[in-house]
């Protein structure tokens, strides 16, 4: 039987091709085993985003678990990711579980497991569930509907507990009476019915049930953005909030309609819980955020530390400590006052919030941000290489042979996740093979972003020849 792995959030793969009935079947057994190896009585909730088959991949993982011996509690719709892990939580409850691929191509499907405090599950905790994967088939009879009917599984309407808990937590009536003028894109993902509900002046795009996503892969970057943009920029919007498929990560626009990076959230984010709204607490990151983040950490005072790529290694740290805020260079972000999950819709809103309590347009808060740490730039590319290529570029960023890239000299490598090679205080690259795509990523910062494509040319010169 092919070997199941867990990637940087959970297990994904092509549906029809890796991802089948009989693969899920194993990982759902394997992840009912760890379920009943922790707790006597163990429970958990089931959603699925919008994707294709998420209903029957859904109820196939909730039968194997019922007959398990697990109580199931199930979503009666598409939900999100962030839906599943506050359920989770609140409900108390052993775990989570979502389908989903996240911000993967509409061909992919995938496996998340959330932890009983509400946030992706741990490593120590996915590495059991790998190891209780069978290497062989496994079979179980479709007792769905009984199950149903007997009670052993039940339904539960997270997104409207979700939807609750947003309408507590900010002061809604004061983003609508504020006059700024909102959009929103789904991105055909399962965000798509939350903005509706609570901002329902908002613009809305890709608001729709559509799990092909029309061939564009639901991540909230630049480039998937473009029909976004020109809404932004048609309707002169002040604010342009994205989600991905499963609305954990965000894509941000101000009123020039140009696209604001997770670096610059995280720094507005900082920015507005320490010194608007007085709260102290240890900021986190992961090894590919911009060094902008720890310098004005430094500047108020507050503890700062850096992890491995994934949130799982951040929300672990979350569950422990005092965390004001966790994040990632790719648009997953958590502060404290909610669950220790990426939430695009619950940071789209702090800012939008930060904007009516300050009154004023992003730009303006982001030049607040300027004024502490300076200017600064970071972008991507993104390189689709064949295996034996990337592990070459690796094996040679490992054993130390690049001096240079172009005209930058490498001062300083670091290594705890990738490669990150340092030019100048503000300068560096970093080269990292994805977890979850047969990709390799490519990140530089710089003072401007002609600067950062600069170095990415270097770089990509350097290692492609």
Do not use: W
């Given at each position: 039987m092919e070997t199941i792995k867990f990637g940087t959030d959970g297990w994904r793969a092509i549906i029809a091709e890796s991802y089948t009935i009989q693969n899920l079947s194993r990982v759902a057994e394997a992840t009912g085993k760890w379920l009943l190896s922790g707790a006597s009585g163990p429970s958990v909730i089931i959603g699925y985003d919008c994707r294709f088959n998420g209903k029957l991949f859904a109820e196939t993982t909730a039968n194997i678990l019922a007959q398990m011996g697990v109580r199931v509690y199930l979503t009666p719709g598409f939900s999100s990711t962030p839906m599943i892990s506050f359920a989770t939580e609140r409900k108390k409850l052993s775990a989570g579980i979502i389908i989903t691929a996240s911000h993967n191509p509409p061909e992919y499907s995938g496996f998340k497991i959330k932890g009983y405090f509400g946030g992706p599950a741990y490593p120590s905790m996915i590495k059991e569930v790998e190891s209780l994967i069978p290497d062989h088939e496994v079979s179980y009879s479709n007792q769905f509907e009984a199950f149903i009917s007997g009670g052993q599984i039940s339904y539960f309407d997270a997104e409207a507990l979700y939807?609750?808990?947003?309408?507590?937590?900010?002061?809604?009536?004061?983003?609508?009476?504020?006059?700024?003028?909102?959009?929103?894109?789904?991105?055909?993902?399962?965000?798509?019915?939350?903005?509706?509900?609570?901002?329902?002046?908002?613009?809305?795009?890709?608001?729709?049930?559509?799990?092909?996503?029309?061939?564009?892969?639901?991540?909230?970057?630049?480039?998937?953005?473009?029909?976004?943009?020109?809404?932004?920029?048609?309707?002169?919007?002040?604010?342009?909030?994205?989600?991905?498929?499963?609305?954990?990560?965000?894509?941000?626009?101000?009123?020039?309609?140009?696209?604001?990076?997770?670096?610059?959230?995280?720094?507005?984010?900082?920015?507005?819980?320490?010194?608007?709204?007085?709260?102290?607490?240890?900021?986190?990151?992961?090894?590919?955020?911009?060094?902008?983040?720890?310098?004005?950490?430094?500047?108020?005072?507050?503890?700062?530390?850096?992890?491995?790529?994934?949130?799982?290694?951040?929300?672990?740290?979350?569950?422990?400590e005092n965390v004001m805020t966790g994040g990632e260079e790719s648009g997953g972000i958590?502060?404290?006052?909610?669950?220790?999950?990426?939430?695009?819709?619950?940071?789209?809103?702090?800012?939008?919030?930060?904007?009516?309590?300050?009154?004023?347009?992003?730009?303006?808060?982001?030049?607040?941000?300027?004024?502490?740490?300076?200017?600064?730039?970071?972008?991507?590319?993104?390189?689709?290489?064949?295996?034996?290529?990337?592990?070459?570029?690796?094996?040679?960023?490992?054993?130390g042979k690049y001096q240079a890239f172009g005209k930058y000299v490498i001062q300083e490598v670091q290594d705890l996740d990738g490669f990150k090679f340092i030019f100048s205080a503000d300068e560096w690259v970093m080269i990292r093979p994805s977890g979850t795509e047969p990709?390799?990523?490519?990140?530089?910062?710089?003072?401007?972003?002609?600067?950062?494509?600069?170095?990415?040319?270097?770089?990509?010169?350097?290692?492609?020849?």
């Open positions: 939807i609750d808990h947003l309408r507590t937590s900010f002061d809604i009536a004061g983003i609508q009476a504020s006059g700024m003028k909102i959009g929103y894109d789904a991105m055909y993902g399962a965000g798509q019915n939350v903005i509706r509900q609570i901002l329902p002046d908002a613009h809305l795009l890709h608001c729709e049930y559509n799990p092909s996503f029309l061939g564009t892969a639901p991540e909230p970057i630049e480039k998937n953005l473009q029909e976004f943009e020109q809404l932004i920029a048609r309707e002169k919007l002040s604010i342009g909030l994205a989600t991905d498929g499963d609305a954990d990560r965000i894509g941000l626009y101000d009123e020039r309609a140009q696209f604001v990076d997770s670096h610059h959230i995280l720094l507005l984010l900082i920015h507005y819980l320490h010194k608007y709204k007085n709260l102290s607490g240890k900021v986190v990151v992961t090894f590919s955020v911009c060094s902008k983040v720890e310098q004005l950490c430094k500047l108020y005072n507050l503890p700062y530390q850096v992890t491995q790529i994934g949130f799982k290694y951040i929300a672990e740290i979350m569950v422990n958590a502060i404290t006052g909610h669950v220790p999950e990426r939430d695009g819709i619950f940071i789209g809103l702090t800012l939008m919030e930060f904007m009516a309590k300050t009154g004023k347009k992003l730009t303006e808060l982001i030049e607040e941000v300027y004024s502490l740490v300076g200017s600064f730039s970071v972008q991507r590319y993104d390189l689709h290489l064949k295996n034996e290529q990337k592990e070459e570029i690796i094996n040679t960023c490992r054993s990709v390799l990523r490519v990140y530089a910062q710089s003072a401007t972003r002609s600067g950062a494509f600069e170095i990415l040319d270097a770089t990509k010169q350097t290692i492609l020849g």
